[in-house]
């Protein structure tokens, strides 16, 4: 089945008992054995699972063309499974550039670990070989990477990470299966912050990590943690991520199709000293973004020439465009995000993320063009 009809049907089913064509949300937390002691549906304890994270799993597990899916209550927890999957005394590579606050959680929780982590340009193929260490068991890539967009080869991480039999685990949460498929490119698994473009309607935080095998150390261990560490999704939650799905490749290409635009013409607007899209082709890895994805994504960041204040200043005009961090939504978002990352951001000071909605893209550049006053 092609991508379309997956979203549309993987983890959809008409309710047997009803004839429902939307499933039911479930909200017991526990089910009844038969006299013989079996389960009648596999669930035993809503913390193990429930029907309703069951089927938002499978869906994940299709889209991503994976063996398994773990949901769990947000990005970070998901983040959080994986690097519980270490130890103390191994080693992680990981980019400068990506969702501060992965940093902030290696940083704050486990150097107390003893978890060794080394921050290196993932751009550069050469400075990850050099980092490796023959307790390196995790190569950590997010691409596109928040907030300048850096697009990492992951192909190439995966062989790196498996000469050292590390495990690669990508952050799929900007580009979205609809564009990028890590685990056919050699990752070992894939993480979302499904609180962004899985869900789509700035409605509801969850996150999930889809792996390539089942099996696997780094499947058991997943699985094991989700189960015992308990930071699951609410049945509710999984509900609405699953009724997201079946339009989430209308809806990411029509914010790439209108993000792509917008990219070309804030490049030509003299205020505007640097636009970050990878699908701008001054984009430093623009070649290696059409070879690996199959579109460029919804998000984009720019600088705005002057520094801080002059990009505060257009951030503080918008009219359409919601002022509010996070994205992925239908509504169009931007934010200065130096001032959200706080005082030891590396993020350059003029600049400005938005995610792009599925406002009409001519709107869109009205308010944009209003902002910087042209
Ligand atoms: C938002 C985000 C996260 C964290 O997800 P939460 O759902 O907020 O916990 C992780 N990675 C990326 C790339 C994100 O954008």
Redesign the pocket.
Known sequence: MRFETLAAHAGHHTDPATGAVVSPIHLSTTFERTPAGALVGGHLYSRMGNPNRNALEEALTALEGGAAAMAFS??????MAVLHSLGPGDHAILPVE??Y??RGLLDAHYARWNLQASYVDMTNVEAVRDALRPNTRLVWV?TPS?PRLQVTDIARMAELAHSVKAWCVV?N??ATPVFQRPLDLGADAV?H????YIGGHSDV???AVIVRSAESELGQRLRAYQAQGGAVPSPFDCWLLLRSLPSLPCRVRTQCASAGKLAGLLASHPRVSAVHYPGLPSHPQHALAARQMTGFGGMLSFEVAGGAMAAIQVAAKVKLFLRAT??GGYESLIEHRASVEGPKSPTPPGLLRCSIGLEHVDDLWEDLSQALGE
């Open positions: 947000s990005g970070q927890a998901a983040t990506m969702y606050n992965t997010e928040n952050d949460t900007w993480t912050s499904t609180t962004k935080v969850g996150g996070s994205l």
